[in-house]
């Protein structure tokens, strides 16, 4: 990624890394395609890595900031592992083993292994919104 993309990303997001909420330094940020490398296909590749052209709604649509290892396990380990199981199991990653999908279930449903419908819904593969669904749903649970 160029240096100036990756300015723009940490000003977007504000350093913000997205698991703890926490805005950190840029050393301490890596910057994550919310689709797992290994669901791109040729066009999300094209797509994902054209990074000059994209605008800031589509830095917010297809990245987030994670954590860097600081002596403990990195966020972006813990989902590269999540997604790695998924792409070879068919189920689908639990971040902190809370077992909650905003969309779909515990199950991959694409037929196609690199059907990025697949991934909407997972904690993994966009934790704001994930997070955002998770505490609406305790909220209105009463």
Request: proline share 4%; hydrophobic share 30%; net charge positive.
């Amino acid at each position: 990624m160029p240096q100036s993309f990756v300015k723009r990303v940490l000003n977007i997001f504000d350093s913000r890394d997205v698991v703890e909420n926490t805005r950190r330094v840029a050393n301490q940020l890596t910057i994550d395609h919310k689709l797992p490398m290994i669901r791109w296909n040729d066009e999300s590749s094209a797509r994902l890595t054209a990074y000059s052209e994209m605008d800031d709604s589509d830095i917010r649509e297809h990245f987030q900031l994670l954590k860097k290892s600081n002596g403990s396990v990195s966020h972006n380990l813990l989902k590269s592992r999540a997604c790695e199981r998924c792409y070879q199991t068919g189920r689908r990653g639990q971040p902190f083993g809370i077992a909650y999908f905003y969309s779909g279930g515990a199950k991959w449903q694409p037929s196609d292994k690199k059907d990025p419908t697949g991934c909407i819904g997972c904690g993994w593969y966009d934790f704001a919104l994930w997070r955002d669904h998770l505490n609406s749903l305790i909220k209105h649970s009463g």
